[in-house]
């Protein structure tokens, strides 16, 4: 987990980045009123592994589970499938619903 302290390498700028559970916590927002949550720590899904997990976050900065990227956090990530789906939320429209 040596490169969880640092973001993974994209166009997109965290607003937010701090140290969780022997790892780090990414945060993104997008205009479109959604974010992200990029973790990689001992706990969370492929952290052990140098891995990421990414939870799509509503307007309010809560975990949401309604939108066509996911319905649950998404783990074991490689940065650039990381970037891909920062990517396609970045993209969404504000009215989306799953």
């Given at each position: 987990?040596?490169?969880?302290?640092?973001?993974?390498?994209?166009h997109?700028?965290?607003?937010?980045?701090?140290?969780?559970?022997?790892?780090a916590?990414?945060?993104?927002?997008?205009?479109?009123?959604?974010?992200?949550?990029?973790?990689?720590?001992?706990?969370s899904?492929?952290?052990?592994?140098?891995?990421?997990?990414l939870?799509?976050?509503?307007?309010?900065?809560?975990?949401?589970?309604?939108?066509?990227?996911?319905?649950?956090?998404?783990?074991?990530?490689?940065?650039?499938?990381?970037?891909?789906?920062?990517?396609?939320?970045?993209?969404?429209?504000?009215?989306?619903t799953?």
């Amino acid at each position: 987990m040596s490169g969880a302290l640092f973001p993974p390498p994209s166009h997109f700028i965290p607003v937010q980045s701090k140290p969780l559970h022997r790892g780090a916590q990414h945060i993104y927002k997008f205009p479109n009123g959604f974010g992200a949550s990029v973790i990689c720590t001992m706990y969370s899904r492929g952290g052990p592994n140098g891995l990421w997990e990414l939870g799509v976050l509503d307007e309010l900065g809560d975990l949401t589970y309604s939108t066509p990227i996911t319905d649950d956090v998404i783990g074991y990530l490689e940065d650039e499938e990381v970037c891909e789906l920062l990517t396609r939320i970045n993209a969404l429209s504000r009215e989306v619903t799953a």
